[in-house]
Each structure stands twice: as C-alpha cells, then as structure tokens.
C-alpha cells in the first residue's frame, strides 16, 4: 500500500512519524503546492493531508486512490460529494485538540489582560532595578473572578472553556451560533446582549453561512470599553477589516489565533494595528505537544482500520 502525506510541517518538525513506515511505502513530502498535488498523488492508495485541497479532478486522475485521512477537523479541503460519488472515504480527527486550544484561550487572555509583555520589558529595560519601592504597578491589570464571559459556539471546546473560565470565578453566557446548544447549564442569550454586556468574549465556533462576518464594525461597537475579545475559531468569523478600525477607536483588548487567510497575508489590516492591545499568535491553539501526537494516532489506527477492512 502507497501512503502520501502532503504537509507533514504542519505536524511540526518534532513530529514522529516513523510507525507509518510499518503500513506501506510511506513518502513525506513537508510541504506541497497546489500544482504540485496531482503529481503527489497520482499513484497514492492512501493521502494524508492536514490542509492541502484535493479536488474532484484530481480524485478522478489519481485511479487507486481509496482513501483520504484528513489530519484536521475540518474538511473544507476535501470535494466531499465528489469523493463520495468516487466511492473514496474520508476520514477526519475530532476532539484531538480541545485541550490544547482551552489552554490558549487563558494564555492569550492572561497575556492582554495582564499587560505580560509591559512588565516583562519593565525588568529587562532595568527600570525595576533602579525603583525606589518594591513594586511597580504601571499597568493595573484586573481579576477574572467575578467577570462576565461571553462565549460565542457552545460546543464541545466552548463548553471546556466556560468549565475553567467558571473555575476563575468568572459569570458565564453564551451565544449559540447553530441555535441547538440550548441545555449547556449556563445562560442563553442573544448576539447583542453578549457583545454589550460581557467583560470577556471567546469564540470558539466553526466558520460557516451562519459565523462568516458574525463580527463587524456595526455590532462591535455594542462592546464594553476594556472588553476582551478572543477568536481561537476561524478568522473569517470576524471582519478583520472592521476590528481593526474597531480597535483604533476604542479601548478593547484583541487576541487571535487565526487568520481570514493563512499564512496571514501582508496586506492584513490586523498587521497596521501598531497597538499592545491587540495580540496574534500564528494559528498555534491547537498544536501542543500531546495535541499532535494524538491526532497521529488517529490517522494511524484511520490506516490501519483501513487495511482491516473496517
């Protein structure tokens, strides 16, 4: 059995991949461009791809193709109906991360909100050094306890945060942006009243008809002046554009993780954005150490279910 992996530096260059040596003849490529692919795959039984698109026309050249694993949770690289018309499974890995991504939500909230990047250069610069008290309090910085955080995707990544977020005593509320998480144990409510009423809002839904532009200049000025907003989702759920111009204006606090397109483009508005209020990390919330090694994993046993003929 041929095996092809298309972006194995998406897994990161710690990444151990030796047990799909054992499956078949097993070819790395770190990286693959979109004219690339077909060659790529041509004579593959078996793609691995975390974000490589593969097209209909290309299931149709590439005639042993009998299987797609995509090392993601998102499948919106794949032609589902064609690989299904094509009798080609497809087979994804979900809740490998969620761990991981609550974890970067608190890293990025816990570096806006207290000013970790000030104090940080505040000893290195040597002023603490030359203080004349024991401390320096040069950015006041606030207590999650007792603060109201909107969660926007009630799912299964949204219900670990509002666990933790509650842990810190914080006040939890949610959107639900499908309509059907409506039993969560916290309260429901509607878009405006998060916006305009919470301390600390958190995104955590998938990119779709119903979350593209969920957030723009219109709506966010509904935000509480020092609100955190947080998107560890999808970039397009906000109008990068309109947050931009929104944090120019008024004095909130940003974190994000992704991007509309990724790598982030240099024309990104995001990147004129000279403010310490706004922090971007690339798309790194779901890539811890343990995260990667079960996704892996589950492409792995994907494999060899596979062979089994499961």
């Not at 691995?48 to 005639?63: G, L, P, S």
């Not at 939890?172 to 309260?187: F, H």
């Not at 940003?254 to 209020?277: F, H, W």
Request: net charge negative; hydrophobic share 40%.
């Amino acid at each position: 059995m041929k095996i092809v992996f298309l972006d194995t530096l998406t897994f990161g260059e710690d990444a151990d991949l030796s047990a799909f040596d054992a499956l078949g003849e097993t070819i790395y490529h770190p990286v693959t461009h979109e004219e690339e692919t077909l060659k790529r795959i041509i004579d593959a039984e078996v793609v691995v791809t975390n974000k490589v698109v593969i097209t209909e026309a290309m299931m149709q050249e590439a005639k042993k193709l009998k299987l797609i694993c995509v090392a993601a949770t998102g499948m919106n690289n794949i032609d589902l109906e064609a690989a299904k018309r094509q009798n080609i499974p497809v087979k994804n890995v979900a809740g490998y991360s969620t761990h991981s991504v609550v974890q970067h939500t608190f890293t990025i909230l816990f570096y806006l909100i207290g000013h970790s990047r000030y104090y940080d250069e505040y000893v290195k610069e040597k002023f603490w050094q030359t203080s004349d008290i024991f401390t320096h309090i040069g950015r006041p910085f606030s207590e999650v306890a007792g603060k109201r955080w909107g969660i926007i995707g009630m799912g299964h990544i949204g219900q670990e945060v509002a666990k933790v977020a509650r842990a810190f005593g914080a006040q939890i509320i949610y959107y639900s942006t499908s309509g059907k998480n409506r039993d969560q144990g916290y309260e429901s409510v509607d878009l405006s009243t998060l916006l305009s009423s919470s301390d600390i809002i958190t995104i955590h839904a998938p990119l779709n008809e119903q979350t593209q532009n969920l957030l723009h200049y219109e709506n966010m000025k509904l935000l509480k002046e020092h609100a955190v907003v947080i998107n560890v989702a999808r970039g397009g759920i906000i109008n990068e554009a309109d947050l931009a111009q929104t944090i120019k204006e008024k004095p909130i606090y940003v974190g994000v993780d992704v991007a509309s397109k990724e790598p982030i483009e240099v024309t990104n508005p995001l990147l004129d954005v000279q403010s310490e209020r706004l922090y971007i990390t690339p798309h790194i919330a779901w890539t811890s150490v343990e995260a990667r090694k079960t996704l892996l994993q589950a492409v792995e046993e994907h494999i060899k279910a596979f062979q089994k003929g499961l």
